[in-house]
């Protein structure tokens, strides 16, 4: 149990935030601030002993006492919750840009763990399963394709893909491949070459999915000319920890995308922020994409999903992203999942309907 169990209970994304909504949101009575502001401190000190506790462990490789207090992490994080961490002070954004690197080593142990028992399989990928957050990759994956059929301007029938950061269990692309984009080709793109190797076994006796699936051990930065070859790049959110480095990171994609190419990002919002990265759509629009959409979901999946495609016009892009641009903190087109959206409205449809028929009595 580390930082992909799920027990999600963020507020939903609205179908689009307004920059009155934003300013309404923040004329709060003292009163209410108090107790935000409490609940902010206790957070924030949960937070802080547990990454003392798991800064002590001797390793962070799958054991009883790395499960339990990375269990009391996530359940710390995934409430609904008042904090912005990027406005906490400089104690506690170093604690947390800590807490962060502490995840995604104990999530890369955990991952290479049972990369290694499913290689043990004549077809691991009959074996899924034994992860216990495989559903989760298949929520996601699900949530991200929805979002880029719905939001990339005449939908999306992708040739060829590139995950960045693909690790040892590059589930994400698998069930991409699978279950989404069965012509699709898949470069996966890893700095680690062990986690490549690790993750090749386990497409070794699939000839469907397995055969559009390749794995290069690279740093994104050092990648150029083949990112235009790209329709849609995603980016795992454990690439670029720190913010700056994340918009490097964005910004370098953004430089050698193919025009019109889509960008998938994952973030984090509320207090999974000390779990994930969050990241800046701003940023995003800096770095030569039009950001789409902005999800932050309520369900099973604790990342964030940014939609964003290459600016086909990089100079009016930067012109746009100057201030009071589209880009401007809470006027990003936060959005709800697509399946939650659509659930909303035929429920909506409905009660009209049952209204409608209704006998009125009076």
């Known amino acids: 149990i580390h930082t992909k169990l799920t027990l999600s209970t963020s507020t939903a994304g609205r179908e689009h935030a307004t920059a009155a909504e934003s300013s309404s949101s923040t ?33 962070l490789s799958p054991s009883p006492d790395v499960d339990a207090l990375f ?6 994080c995934v409430p609904p919750s008042p904090v912005d961490v990027t406005k906490l002070g400089p104690e506690a954004q170093e604690m947390r840009e800590g807490l962060i ?15 290694d028992m499913l290689a043990a399989f004549d077809n691991p990928l ?16 699900k949530l991200e394709y929805e979002l880029l059929a719905r939001y990339v301007p005449g939908g999306i029938a992708p040739a060829r893909v ?28 890893d700095l ?23 794995f290069h051990t690279a740093d994104v930065a050092d990648l150029a000319g083949e990112l235009a070859a790209y329709d849609v790049v995603f980016l795992a959110a454990l690439v670029g920890m720190a913010a700056e480095d994340k918009a490097k990171v964005i910004a370098h994609l953004g430089a050698h995308m193919a025009d019109g190419a889509a960008l998938v990002v994952r973030s984090a919002h509320g207090a999974r922020g000390f779990l994930y990265p969050i990241v800046d759509p701003q940023d995003i629009g800096r770095g030569g994409f039009e950001v789409l959409a902005v999800c932050h979901p309520d369900d099973d999946v604790v990342n964030s999903v940014i939609i964003a495609q290459k600016s086909k016009d990089m100079h009016a892009n930067e012109h746009r992203n100057g201030r ?17 959206f659509g659930e909303m409205v035929a429920d909506a449809a409905q009660k009209r309907e049952e209204f409608a028929n209704a006998e009125v009595a009076f």
Do not use: W
Not at 163 to 188: C, K, Q, W
Not at 324 to 340: D, E, K, L, N, W
């Open 27 to 59: 004329r709060q009575v003292p009163g209410k601030m108090d107790a935000q502001n409490k609940e902010v401190a206790a957070l924030v000190h949960k937070i802080t002993g547990l990454h003392a506790a798991i800064a002590k462990l001797p390793s």
């Open 71 to 76: 269990t009391d992490l996530v359940t710390a």
């Open 101 to 115: 690197r502490l995840c995604s080593e104990a999530e890369g142990k955990l991952e290479a763990h049972y990369s």
């Open 126 to 141: 009959d074996h899924l399963g034994i992860f216990p957050y495989y559903s989760n990759y298949i929520n996601l994956s």
């Open 162 to 189: 590139a995950f960045i950061g693909s690790g040892p269990l590059p589930f994400s692309s698998y069930v991409l491949a699978a279950r989404h984009l069965p012509d699709t080709m898949f470069d996966n793109y």
């Open 192 to 214: 680690c070459g062990a986690a490549n190797d690790r993750a090749s076994k386990l497409f070794r006796a699939d000839k469907d999915v397995g055969a559009r699936m390749s």
């Open 324 to 340: 009071g641009g589209q880009y401007a903190r809470g006027t990003v087109p936060v959005v709800s999942p697509p399946c939650r």
